[in-house]
């Protein structure tokens, strides 16, 4: 049976007038009912690519299909709900009547709007000024806006950014409960842990270019599954002992720990030759490669 896609792109590329390739021939498959965490550093391209999916802005070359129509096609938006870059409301109007006004310019029911409020949990203030919310609350409203029009397929620009800890654990919960009902998810985060903890596939972009998608456990397979972890005294000795064993790429220094990039088996042999030229060695042992490893690897190699 042939996969339902919700996002598909062939090539899509945007390079700015000031000549800023912003986007490189990006192949993008967003599955229909899935969570896809977009994930990159700031300026990797990711809000240039949300832009030109919900049709803010015309590729240079490419194409796509969103939501079953050319990005911001009349087909595309009816199921298509977005909250790209900072949500922007009117300050002296409560968070209830910018819902009103968002309802009349995008053509959705009114009776909306109490059912997504109570969906992001702020019924009990959305009779109080937009102005006086917290980044948190106003991250939720956006959110609810892009609910409106109870779409197939809501993209989310990094809808944790600024918030306190709990205030992410909040909206990481919420994003949780939005797939419910097939509903698509495609959320683009620089932030590791809230992509692992949400997302159920993970496309990982640098420098416009799409480096990886997959799973998360798949782009731990990727980046080699498990890294031999080594702490070694003095420092520099044991680095330059390390890459002098190993390629200098499959060495990586974080926190006073070494993340060796080889084979478990070759603990022991590491282990004798550290102790043989004198190095004091408190820690050896094998962990499963995070996340956060296997970004670096990915987006360190682009040029």
């Known amino acids: 049976m042939a996969q339902s896609y919700a996002v598909e792109t062939s090539g899509l590329t945007k390079r700015y007038s000031t000549g800023v390739l912003a986007v490189s021939d990006l192949n993008l498959r967003v599955r229909s009912g899935e969570v896809y965490g977009f994930l990159g550093p700031n300026g ?3 809000t240039t690519t949300l832009r030109m999916l919900s049709g803010l802005l015309r590729p240079t070359s490419g194409s ?9 096609s ?31 310019y995008s053509d959705a029911s009114k009776s909306r709007i109490e059912p997504v409020l109570k969906q ?20 939720r409203l956006g959110v609810a806006s892009a609910l409106l029009k109870d779409p197939q397929l809501l993209i989310l620009d990094e809808p944790t950014s600024g ?33 692992e903890l949400t997302c159920d596939r993970v496309g ?48 990586q220094l ?15 042999a590491i282990n004798r030759r550290l102790v043989a030229d004198g190095l004091d060695v408190s820690e050896l042992r094998v962990s499963e490669q995070s996340l956060e490893d296997v970004f670096l690897q990915l987006t360190e190699k682009q040029p």
């Open 163 to 195: 918030l306190d800890p709990q205030g992410t654990v909040e909206m990481r919960e919420l994003i949780k409960d939005l797939r419910h009902g097939g509903r698509t998810v495609l959320l683009s985060s620089h932030l590791l842990n809230e992509v």
């Open 74 to 104: 009349p087909a595309s938006l009816a199921q298509l709900g977005a909250m790209v870059e900072t949500p922007a409301f009117y300050p002296y109007l409560s968070g209830r009547d910018n819902l009103r006004v968002m309802a009349r």
């Open 254 to 268: 974080r926190d006073g720990i070494f993340s060796l990039t080889v084979d478990p088996s070759q603990a022991a």
């Open 44 to 46: 990797a391209g990711k």
């Open 64 to 72: 796509a299909v969103v939501a079953g129509g050319a990005p911001g």
């Open 120 to 139: 992001v949990d702020m019924t009990d203030r959305a009779r109080h000024k937009f102005k006086t919310y917290s980044t948190g609350m106003k991250q």
């Open 204 to 251: 990982v972009i640098a420098k416009g270019k799409l480096v990886a998608e997959g799973t998360v456990d798949e782009l731990r397979a990727r980046g080699g599954g498990q890294a031999l972890l080594v702490t070694a005294s003095p420092i520099d000795q044991a680095r330059r002992l390390l890459e002098s064993l190993l390629k200098p790429e499959q060495v």
